[in-house]
């Protein structure tokens, strides 16, 4: 019934409850909509039916009164506000996870998933092989590796556990640092043959030096000793970091790779060692809750111990 005011009644008036959001089948069927970007990817996840979760779609946006999502041909896109909800109740959907295993399984046993945020060069050449034995030794225990070259937010959880070349200054993060992953200047043998060996920063007719595109090169930063008469002129460019390495390493370019993974690439050899050099920090980064999970806890261990293994001690 609507609140009746009358002239000089100074009564505030009360502001109307937002909606109830109690029915845990609407969020749960959201999450997966969100995840997977369409109503049949979330079907499958929840071993239901493409009319459910269009129906338990339609019952969540008219309880909140706006959509969440823009149709587009074959898939959903979350608006500002579905990626507000998302954020907000992810922790809620972990906990409920976390819920079901302490009482539906036996509590020593590692289950359940992990989300490892890691950089395109350890995410193909290195991460993987350091967790591949855990996948085997642990049945129930799920892996989802996120690679890209940006920071996933780990307050929101958009990953468990990240592998990052600097330290977070965010509180509510745990971190441990691995060492240093140094970087040179690498060619492989079949440039080096048309090209010869480089001498200085004197670039031959002909050569081509690799960079990124649009994101910060750091090749500026690891000069030793006297810069360049000129600006270095990047004809290879590209953000994409594996591309830039596949190009170097087919003979195409010189350009900066990790040293411990040019180790590891048949034909490339190390240039200009003594003028170009860079040392990455390397962090192992994650939630506070990972103090709460054994799986977290395992999946953390043993990455961290793995990595020191293969990089140069803290400096």
């Not at 002239?7 to 409850?17: A, E, I």
């Not at 996840?45 to 979760?53: A, C, G, K, N």
């Not at 930063?221 to 170097?248: K, M, T």
């Not at 003028?275 to 962090?283: L, P």
């Amino acid at each position: 019934m609507p609140i009746r005011t009358f002239p000089g009644d100074t009564t505030p008036v009360q502001p109307s409850p937002g909606p109830l959001l109690d029915n845990w089948n609407l969020l749960r069927s959201f999450i997966a909509i969100y995840e997977t970007g369409t109503l049949t990817g979330a079907a499958q996840r929840l071993v239901t039916t493409q009319p459910s979760m269009g129906r338990h779609l339609r019952e969540l946006e008219e309880s909140l009164g706006e959509t969440l999502f823009v149709r587009l041909p074959g898939r959903l896109k979350p608006n500002a506000r579905a990626d507000a909800l998302y954020a907000a109740i992810t922790p809620m959907h972990q906990a409920v996870r976390d819920a079901e295993r302490l009482f539906g399984e036996d509590t020593e046993q590692v289950a359940g998933l992990v989300r490892v945020a890691v950089g395109e060069a350890y995410g193909h050449h290195v991460v993987p092989q350091i967790l591949a034995p855990l996948l085997n030794a642990h049945p129930e225990l799920e892996i989802e590796l996120s690679v890209s070259n940006q920071s996933e937010n780990l307050l929101r959880r958009d990953a468990d556990i990240a592998v990052r070349f600097f330290r977070p200054q965010q509180d509510g993060i745990i971190v441990r640092k691995l060492g240093r992953a140094d970087m040179g200047l690498y060619a492989h043998e079949s440039y080096l043959a048309r090209f010869g060996e480089p001498v200085g920063f004197e670039i031959p007719p002909g050569g081509v030096l690799a960079g990124f595109d649009r994101m910060p090169m750091r090749l500026s930063e690891s000069l030793r000793g006297a810069a360049p008469d000129r600006p270095l002129q990047f004809r290879w460019r590209s953000d994409a970091v594996l591309a830039l390495q596949a190009a170097i390493e087919s003979g195409a370019c010189i350009g900066m790779m990790f040293n411990h993974i040019a180790a590891t690439r048949p034909g490339l050899r190390r240039v200009l060692a003594s003028q170009v050099g860079f040392a990455n920090e390397v962090w192992l980064c994650a939630h506070d809750d990972l103090r709460r999970s054994s799986r977290m806890r395992l999946v953390w261990q043993h990455l961290g111990d793995a990595l020191e293994a293969v990089l140069t001690l803290p400096g």
